[in-house]
């Protein structure tokens, strides 16, 4: 059973914006932290933006940061990442992750402390 289930990506122009969603449910609507991670083609996955339910304390990788935006709705059990001035190196599929663990802010950007996923959503970045 998915967890957790991202909403379709898209195309867009660089410069472009495009916000993702990500539903939880089951033991993965009680993470404590969340957030998104991306694969692109012949890469490793990276970690994007990720967010502490408890005090919203966020964390970015250098190159989206002032572009793009998590946060979290905990009522709504969804997670969502807004991206503004998309370049085409944004391109990749994202996923969604979560944890049980109040993860400390050294591994929030840390693949290894989330132990629930989606299944990704492809976003393109193509003039």
């Known amino acids: 059973q998915v967890e957790l289930v991202e909403s379709p990506g898209g195309s867009v122009h660089p410069g472009g914006s495009l916000t993702l969603s990500c539903a939880a449910s089951?033991?993965?609507?009680?993470?404590?932290?969340m957030g998104w991670f991306r694969q692109a083609a012949g890469k490793e996955r990276e970690a994007v933006a990720t967010i502490r339910s408890g005090d919203r304390k966020t964390w970015y990788t250098q190159s989206v940061k002032g572009r793009f935006t998590v946060s979290r709705d905990v009522a709504k059990n969804m997670i969502y990442l807004q991206m503004n001035s998309l370049k085409a190196e944004d391109t990749a599929v994202y996923y969604c992750a979560g944890t049980s663990s109040n993860l400390i802010f050294g591994y929030m950007g840390r693949e290894e402390g989330y132990e629930y996923w989606g299944l990704g959503t492809q976003v393109t970045v193509s003039s």
């Open positions: 089951g033991r993965a609507s009680r993470s404590q932290t």
